[in-house]
């Protein structure tokens, strides 16, 4: 494993366990060139997926865009970084299981949004202000008016 600081070939680990899901093996590292400590996660992956954007380009999945999207609409918000793990592992780990090689991005936002209303309703309104393309404050009103249901008289 190249190290990420002075791009030594050759790093040595120094502790391996399995993360809490057992979903990943992480791995700390030291590079004996510049003495520095860092941490990999070692993964099983059973097929490689490709994204199906709406404009139809494809891409490969990425796993850490998905988990920077959910961060992002989770900041400030009570929820640990390995809660965040375990719900983009198993996002992962569902879209495999569809023994489809391409997925399109619909479906995971789809997901994502899913599994955010159960988890923060915070975070669902914040991803879905960018996944469904919030324009003006009446969109949110919309959405927030159907996640809600009908006002009483």
Do not use: W
């Not at 030594?8 to 366990?17: F, L, M």
């Not at 700390?28 to 520095?36: D, K, L, M, V």
């Not at 999945?61 to 918000?77: E, P, Q, T």
Request: charge should be positive; hydrophobic fraction near 35%; charged fraction near 35%.
């Amino acid at each position: 494993m190249r190290c990420p600081f002075c791009g030594h070939d050759d790093t040595q680990v120094k502790d391996s366990r399995p993360t809490e899901d057992n979903s990943a093996i992480r791995r700390r590292r030291c590079c004996p060139a510049c003495g520095s400590r860092f941490t990999t996660f070692e993964r099983v992956q059973i097929r490689d997926l490709v994204v199906v954007k709406k404009d139809g380009a494809r891409v490969p999945f990425d796993r850490d865009k998905l988990a920077r999207s959910i961060r992002v609409a989770l900041r400030k918000r009570p929820v640990g970084e390995e809660q965040i793990e375990r719900i983009v592992n198993g996002i992962h780990r569902r879209l495999e299981s569809l023994g489809e090689s391409e997925i399109s991005s619909k479906l995971i936002g789809e997901q994502v949004m899913e599994v955010l209303l159960e988890l923060d309703k915070v975070a669902y309104v914040r991803y879905a202000s960018v996944y469904r393309n919030f324009r003006e404050a009446k969109d949110f009103e919309d959405f927030l008016g159907t996640m809600i249901g009908p006002a009483a008289p």
